[in-house]
């Protein structure tokens, strides 16, 4: 029997029998961890409302073997909040289902649960953060979300020099499956002619220049987030559930 304690935060709930609920979180040190919360759907549990979807907390786990992942689900026995990330998100619709489609994207790159993914924890961390004090357009946060997430996972699109060979751009063609921008001598079917402009913004929202990013037109955004959507797509092998409800 040991005790673990990790900061993480809250990617979803699921009910558990009439007063539990399994708690999946990304953490810090172990990655993605699922573990049950005892009596948090009590209406008199104020331990529950910390474990609520966005929420970032400080988190103590009881597991029945030396290991914190292990046969059975652990307990999460305790709950401090560091920051209520989704008091500034679930009162408004387009940052909601920009943060559901957040939390889903990490935890479909955390696949192995007990796996450290720290990147990948940090990255939404900062997201929410953003998300949250509503310093840029909401699918702008997410747009930029998504391409970090793909970097850090290994699937950075490029959006200048040539995917396959190299070739100094701005090249003219994209190619999901070849991995973002191509020149014409290394065009694949299926590539399509995004404008300058809308190759110009991703760039801008993968390397967090924001002054660029938030003064793109509106055509050019959603042109992006169509292509940040099938490279997403690509690489995940299917799409996002939450996606469909973002407003662009």
């Not at 649960?113 to 924890?121: D, F, I, K, R, S």
Request: proline residues 4%.
């Amino acid at each position: 029997m040991s005790l673990f304690r990790d900061d993480g935060v809250v990617l979803r709930t699921q009910k558990l029998g009439e007063a539990d609920r399994i708690i999946t979180l990304l953490t810090r040190g172990h990655g993605r961890v699922r573990a049950v919360a005892r009596g948090v759907r009590r209406t008199k549990s104020k331990f529950g409302a910390r474990l609520e979807p966005f929420s970032h907390v400080d988190v103590q786990f009881f597991a029945r073997g030396g290991e914190l992942i292990g046969r059975g689900l652990p307990l999460c026995t305790q709950s401090e909040t560091i920051a209520p990330y989704g008091g500034g998100i679930v009162t408004d619709y387009a940052r909601y289902t920009a943060g559901t489609a957040m939390l889903e994207t990490a935890e479909r790159f955390t696949d192995h649960e007990g796996e450290p993914a720290v990147q990948q924890y940090l990255l939404l961390v900062g997201g929410l953060r953003t998300l949250a004090r509503g310093e840029h357009a909401p699918h702008l946060v997410l747009d930029a979300f998504l391409l970090r997430s793909l970097a850090v996972n290994g699937y950075a699109p490029s959006f200048d020099a040539c995917a396959k060979c190299g070739m100094p751009g701005p090249n003219r063609f994209f190619s999901v499956a070849a991995g973002g921008s191509i020149c014409a001598d290394c065009r694949v079917p299926g590539s399509v002619v995004p404008s300058a402009e809308t190759l110009t913004h991703l760039a801008a929202l993968l390397t967090g220049d924001w002054q660029t990013a938030d003064a793109c037109e509106p055509r050019h955004a959603r042109e992006g987030s169509g292509l940040v959507s099938a490279y997403l797509h690509w690489h995940l092998e299917r799409g996002l559930r939450s996606l469909r409800y973002v407003e662009k």
